[in-house]
């Protein structure tokens, strides 16, 4: 848990979050307003007999308080901050949600594969965009639109099945939750690289999969 620490308290300060002290509703409306991202609000945290539940009523809820809230959740996605804040004004402890597909992709591995790929990557001199570390121990590599279609063919190129590594994309119809959201009890999604201007322009797939495919595939 160290590396995890040193890691996230080591990368550039952001203006985007201000994470600390800032509500979920100034996050979800500068999400839109300073990085052009859509956000919606998810389902949210509710406290019943001392314990915290998904609003969504199930009690195994596998994700509680941090997935879609409704069916159409596509449709809700607004880059408005105005709009924005006006959703959270209802709900003001929703969660954040991102839909990838959009102004973004998202490359999900586990993340003792992610912190191997992030080293590998530093010593490439390679540009990242945002990276999300999720408490159910998996990071998210933003990258380009369109990484879904191309990742399948670049793993092979190099060599492995897509099959037998544990990385996915989220591509059209998917979605990321965004910090501060929190799963349940598990904690919230963190910045291991935090937006800045610095990386407003998102790397492509193909720049990121050698290493995140390499250090999947020794994390096997």
């Known amino acids: ?109 586990p993340e003792t594969a992610g912190f191997l790929a992030l080293a590998r990557m530093e010593r490439m001199e390679l540009t990242l965009g945002p990276v999300t570390l999720t408490p159910d121990r998996r990071m998210e590599f933003f990258v380009l639109p369109g990484a879904s279609v191309k990742v399948p063919d670049l793993v092979r190129k190099l060599g492995w099945s897509l099959a037998s590594l544990d990385l996915t994309v989220l591509g059209e119809g998917a979605y990321v939750a965004a910090p501060p959201t929190r799963f349940g009890s598990r904690g919230a999604v963190q910045w291991a690289c935090r937006p800045t201007p610095a990386n407003r322009w998102l790397p492509d797939a193909e720049e990121l999969i050698s290493p995140l495919a390499y250090a999947c595939g020794r994390d096997r």
């Open 1 to 109: 848990m160290l590396i995890v620490e040193e890691t996230i308290a080591g990368t550039e300060a952001a203006q985007i979050p201000k994470q600390r002290g800032e509500s979920l509703l100034e996050t979800a409306v500068r999400y839109a307003e300073e990085r052009h991202w859509d956000v919606f609000p998810g389902t949210w945290l509710e406290a019943v007999d001392g314990a915290q539940h998904c609003s969504c009523g199930d009690a195994a809820c596998p994700a509680p308080g941090s997935h879609p809230a409704r069916p159409d959740w596509a449709t809700q996605a607004t880059g408005s901050a105005t709009v924005a804040r006006r959703m959270w004004q209802k709900q003001p402890t929703a969660s954040i949600l991102l839909p990838t597909g959009r102004t973004f992709d998202a490359i999900s591995v």
